[in-house]
């Protein structure tokens, strides 16, 4: 029998607290690139694709495994892996793979307008603890005003059919703004329509650039 969410919410509050009296860094977050295939109007990281100069500044695999190495031994239990949008990077499984057997509470961020059956697969070979899809709108002509992306919409739910299909653990999640918060109720339908958790969020940092 799995334990009640409480219970489970009350573990980590516990965990939380050690962590923070020793001085150990339990819970971790690594932005594989600034780059991302959409544009969105509010995001603060969101250079183009092809941008050759981020690509070059970007960690390779090998230092970021090193750098979690350091992390996990200073006590980070639960670790997130998000970009841009981390499926840009053409090594991105040469990283993911190694981290799945690292014994972390391990979870990926991604728009899933890159998940191909490929990448479905590759993921249900190595699958995290969880997979945060962030759903920008509820119908395409919001998609594409949030994310410059005219089929954005159309891939997004592609690619949450094809993790469903592989039973990978899922939550949908989406930035509110001014943009798309007429579809809120929208949005929870779809993820309802999947049969998995919906998170929103009104946390927007605000940048030069968004």
Not at 46 to 59: F, K
Not at 144 to 153: F, K, S
Not at 159 to 172: A, K, N, S
């Amino acid at each position: 029998m799995s334990p009640e969410p409480g219970a489970y919410r009350g573990v980590l509050d516990r965990l939380a607290r050690a962590a923070q009296a020793k001085g150990q860094p339990y819970n971790g977050t690594i932005e594989l690139t600034a780059r991302c295939n959409l544009a969105c109007r509010m995001c603060y990281v969101r250079l183009p694709a092809n941008d050759a100069a981020a690509r070059a500044a970007e960690l390779s695999a090998a230092q970021w495994l090193e750098v979690v190495a350091q992390a996990q031994a200073g006590g980070m239990v639960f670790l997130l892996v998000t970009g841009g949008e981390p499926l840009l990077r053409p090594d991105f499984f040469e990283l993911w793979a190694p981290l799945t057997r690292r014994g972390l509470m391990l979870t990926l961020y991604t728009n899933a307008t890159l998940v191909t059956e490929a990448v479905a697969d590759r993921l249900a070979a190595a699958p995290p603890s969880r997979i945060g899809v962030t759903l920008y709108g509820a119908t395409a002509a919001t998609y594409e005003a949030v994310t410059g992306q005219p089929d954005g919409l159309e891939r997004c739910l592609a690619g949450i059919e094809r993790l469903m299909r592989r039973g990978l653990p899922l939550v949908v999640r989406s930035t509110l703004s001014t943009y798309n918060v007429d579809e809120l109720e929208a949005m929870r339908a779809i993820a309802a329509d999947f049969g998995v958790p919906f998170q929103s969020s009104w946390c927007i940092i605000r940048t030069n650039g968004a």
